[in-house]
């Protein structure tokens, strides 16, 4: 799985760096971000492939996927995961 996400992510022109991002004063599992116009998936590279997976996973999700091919099972988890960011958020604005 984390193979295929690194694939999609490549395809979306996003670069994913793996890096220890839980020393000194920085302590993420990572995230993602855009610097100089260029989307970034920071990783760090103690998780297991399971974490670094759904963390990917949850980056690319918030992308634009339609125009790029990707396998099923990739574009349905994100798709999920779309769905389920979408409801926390109505949940949210219902509660406040």
Do not use: F
Not at 36 to 43: F, N, P, S, T
């Amino acid at each position: 799985m984390l193979k295929s996400l690194e694939d999609a992510a490549e395809k979306l022109n996003v670069t994913v760096r793996y890096d220890d991002l839980k020393k000194g004063v920085v302590n993420t599992a990572g995230g993602s971000c855009i610097l100089k116009g260029d989307h970034y998936v920071l990783v760090h590279k103690h998780l297991s492939d399971s974490e670094k997976a759904d963390l990917l996973a949850d980056a690319l999700s918030e992308m634009e996927i339609d125009s790029i091919y990707l396998a099923p099972e990739i574009r349905q988890l994100l798709e999920r995961i779309r769905e389920k960011t979408r409801q926390n958020e109505e949940n949210n604005a219902l509660s406040n």
